[in-house]
Nanobody, 117 residues
Framework: QVQLVESGGGLVQAGGSLRLSCLAS????????MNWYVQTPGKARELVAA???????SYVSTVKRRFTISRDNAKNLLYLEMNNLKPEDTGVYYC???????????WGQGTRVTVSS
């Protein structure tokens, strides 16, 4: 099992950048697919980016070429580099660890990102 804590959110003007971090504690971090989700008012929690144990990445189309997901397995850290931020990126970003073989899923507490116009 793994416990997740997000950090790095804040207030930024449109066009600015942020780096979100997710620190994992526990065992097995390198084996999980790691994901970033965003929760915005009036919408369901949405997958933004994912990275597998073999470093394959995927992104929702709206953040391609702007966001980069990465991981440092030696430090049990997951990152989301967010560039050219837009007001529609505003929301609470959640870190998620998942396996498909065991149906395991773990969530962090979220970190808020606010992008002003």
């Amino acid at each position: 099992q793994v416990q997740l804590v997000e950090s790095g959110g804040g207030l930024v003007q449109a066009g600015g950048s942020l780096r979100l971090s997710c620190l994992a504690s526990g065992s097995g971090f390198s084996l999980y697919t790691m994901n970033w989700y965003v929760q915005t008012p009036g919408k369901a929690r949405e997958l933004v980016a994912a990275i597998t144990s073999s470093n394959r990445t995927s992104y929702v189309s709206t953040v391609k070429r702007r966001f980069t997901i990465s991981r440092d397995n030696a430090k049990n850290l997951l990152y989301l580099e967010m560039n050219n931020l837009k007001p529609e990126d505003t929301g609470v970003y959640y870190c998620n660890a998942r396996t498909t073989t065991t149906n395991y899923s773990s969530w962090g507490q979220g970190t808020r990102v606010t992008v002003s116009s």
